[in-house]
């Protein structure tokens, strides 16, 4: 025969084990929602600027009228191809003031980027 405050100890014991673990896990929750939202305020932007800009050429150089795409932006937006006299290609990055031939592109129509923009 077992004294009957072995079975009352036992019962108080599950009950404090089952209690401590639903305390550790709502801590591990709190703790996990607490990162997350640090983590969500902290992180950097990564949505796309929007630029815009007006390109002036020079009286010396003007853009093709042609029937289909006579300028190309390239995927990141930074560059820009226009077909010019000659027929010839000239490219203009957002941070220069000037276009500049490309050379080789003598004759060129409907310039185009690659989805990647390392070839025009």
Do not use: N
């Not at 401590?20 to 896990?25: E, F, K």
């Not at 640090?38 to 932007?45: E, H, I, K, L, N």
């Not at 289909?68 to 000239?90: H, I």
């Amino acid at each position: 025969s077992t004294p009957a405050g072995v079975g009352v100890a036992t019962r108080l014991r599950r009950r404090w084990s089952v209690a401590t673990w639903q305390l550790v896990a709502a801590a591990a929750l709190g703790a996990g929602l607490v990162i997350f939202a640090v983590w969500g305020w902290f992180r950097p932007d990564r949505r796309p600027s929007v630029a815009r800009f007006t390109v002036a050429l020079p009286a010396t150089r003007s853009m093709v009228a042609a029937v289909g795409v006579t300028v190309a932006v390239s995927p990141d937006g930074s560059r820009f191809v226009y077909v010019g006299e000659g027929p010839q290609l000239y490219e203009r990055t957002t941070d220069e003031l000037g276009a500049r031939a490309i050379p080789g592109t003598e004759g060129a129509h409907h310039p185009f980027f690659s989805p990647d923009g390392q070839w025009l």
